[in-house]
């Protein structure tokens, strides 16, 4: 092995809730954690605004002020934090080998892989901008349907997660307009009737966006446009919601690791982080297309850090599973 190639105990890729909780607990179990912040310091969270539904933020907090706690906290127990993006990654031997930006090349025991996955976008110009803006744009009704309460909200999307979202926005808001582009769901049975009886949810098939529109600051309605008649008309409205599904950030990893037919990493051993590959772990929306929440992505990064501190200790008799970790 080369002088200049660095070896570590521990890397995490990603820097959402799951890489720094991963981050907080390797550090905790002495694991020298090395962590590549990707090129979204924060991930996903740094496009939200305000988030109210993490325990322990009784006043809420915004998106990116968080990531920054999370970052600090994974600091303050050492861990090594740094720009970088993981080009290519070689699991093929017993050490794990990833390079950093086409360059460095580093060689880890194990690796916790937290780069989450990323919600699509119609790639309107006027979608991005308050998507930026923090205006009224967002791709999760969960984590923002709340601020829309009572008031009238369109989604575009007809797949099981649109269906999903469209009811639970019809629970808060006081109308839902649903842009389905073909005159048919995606989703399944079941989750499209849901829709359909939903009194509050107005269904337009065939159905598109031309722009959405806006006073320059937040969103005030969204100009449709029929595809078989071409016919256009404005919808008063306040959130635009964007529901066409995710992609999960697993492409480097696709010649070694186990995915689904959508990329998501495929659990080896259900309930526990672990991958296809002996000392590599996933955690957060990577491996998540179903619940997708800040709060479940830090249990998934807590469970690969421990996963990844046994498997460290079963493999190398001098390195302890330290006991004092509090969990
Ligand atoms: P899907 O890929 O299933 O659906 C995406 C939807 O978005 C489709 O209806 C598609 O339209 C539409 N779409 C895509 N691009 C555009 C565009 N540019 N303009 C307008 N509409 C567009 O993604 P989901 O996130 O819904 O689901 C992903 C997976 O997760 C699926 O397997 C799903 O079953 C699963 N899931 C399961 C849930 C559950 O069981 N509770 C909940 C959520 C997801 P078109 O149909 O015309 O292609």
């Not at 991963?22 to 020298?32: D, E, G, K, L, Q």
């Not at 968080?66 to 093929?92: H, P, Y």
């Not at 930026?132 to 575009?156: H, M, T």
Request: contains cysteine.
């Amino acid at each position: 092995m080369s002088d200049n190639i660095e070896k570590v105990k521990c890397l995490i890729i990603g820097s959402g809730p799951a890489g720094y909780t991963a981050a907080i607990y390797a550090a905790r179990a002495n694991m020298n954690p090395v962590l590549y912040q990707g090129n979204q310091p924060g991930g996903q969270l740094t496009t939200t605004n305000d988030v109210e539904n993490f325990p322990g933020y009784p006043e809420g907090i915004t998106g990116p002020e968080m990531m920054l706690q999370l970052q600090a906290q994974a600091e303050r127990f050492g861990t090594d934090i740094r720009n970088g993006w993981i080009t290519k990654v070689d699991f093929s031997g017993d050490v794990h080998k990833v390079w950093v930006n086409d360059e460095t090349e580093i060689h880890s025991d194990t690796i916790i892989i937290s780069t989450g996955a990323s919600a699509k976008y119609l790639g309107l110009e006027s979608e991005q901008k308050y998507l930026k803006l923090g205006g009224g744009v967002s791709a999760c009704a969960v984590c923002d349907g709340f601020f829309y309460r009572n008031q009238e909200v369109v989604i575009v999307g007809a797949g099981d997660s649109a269906c999903e979202e469209a009811h639970y926005l019809s629970k808060l808001c006081k109308k839902v307009t649903m842009l389905v582009r073909r005159d048919e769901f995606r989703a399944s049975k079941i989750m499209a009737e849901r829709v359909k009886n939903t009194e509050n949810i107005e269904i337009l098939y065939n159905t598109e966006t031309d722009e959405v529109l806006g006073d320059g600051q937040v969103v005030t309605g969204v100009r449709v446009f029929n595809n078989q008649t071409k016919e256009k008309q404005e919808i008063p409205a306040t959130g635009f919601f964007v529901a066409i599904g995710h992609k999960p950030n697993t492409d480097i990893f696709k010649d070694y690791l186990d995915l689904d037919e959508t990329g998501y990493i495929i659990n080896a051993k259900p309930g526990t982080s672990k991958t296809n590959i002996e000392g590599v772990f996933v955690s957060g929306d990577a491996a998540d297309h179903v619940y997708r929440q800040a709060i479940t992505a830090a249990g998934t990064g807590c469970m690969a850090a421990l996963d990844a501190e046994r498997y460290l200790a079963a493999k190398d008799a001098s390195f302890e599973v330290n006991t004092a970790t509090n969990y």
